[in-house]
């Protein structure tokens, strides 16, 4: 069974049962995957839709930042709540250490040594860590370490 697959019998389950925070969720993200088919007019892969479900959780952790700002609890918890659904459905996420050795070995592989070479550092991190992290912190780390 595809993601998308599994998404699409997830929101009639959650239909059946009355989540409505799952079943909303669910629906907006598999439009999004829609929008996606039909953009590139092919069947998405599981990659594919991973990205999908990567942006939305990107979307979710910046209103979740903002609301914070503007002080509005109510929100966060709805945006929170969203953020739990969607990162159900990617693979298990990098913790911050593993991610800061895959971006030393990709450094040491690139011969990178400065802050001039983090564009080339962040493609290779980008293409090998896909789904697997965020890229704020695979920016944040390689950063760091280049400077």
Avoid at 63 to 76: A, C, F, H, P, T
Avoid at 97 to 125: N, Y
């Amino acid at each position: 069974m595809t993601l998308e697959e599994k998404i699409q019998n997830d929101i009639k389950e959650a239909m059946k049962s009355g989540q409505k925070e799952r079943l909303n969720t669910l629906r907006t993200t598999y439009s999004q995957i829609k929008d996606e088919r039909i953009k590139y007019r092919k069947d998405l892969t599981d990659e594919d839709v991973i990205t999908v479900l990567m942006r939305g959780v990107k979307s979710r952790k910046d209103s979740i930042e903002m609301y914070k700002k503007g002080n509005r609890q109510d929100l966060v918890d709805a945006e929170t709540t969203e953020l739990e659904i969607l990162q159900s459905y990617l693979p298990e996420q990098m913790s911050e250490a593993d991610v800061k050795k895959e971006i030393i070995a990709i450094i040491e592989a690139s011969g990178a040594s400065s802050m001039q070479d983090i564009g080339k550092v962040m493609g290779t991190a980008m293409s090998r860590l896909k789904g697997k992290t965020d890229g704020k912190l695979v920016q944040q780390i390689a950063r760091t370490l280049l400077s």
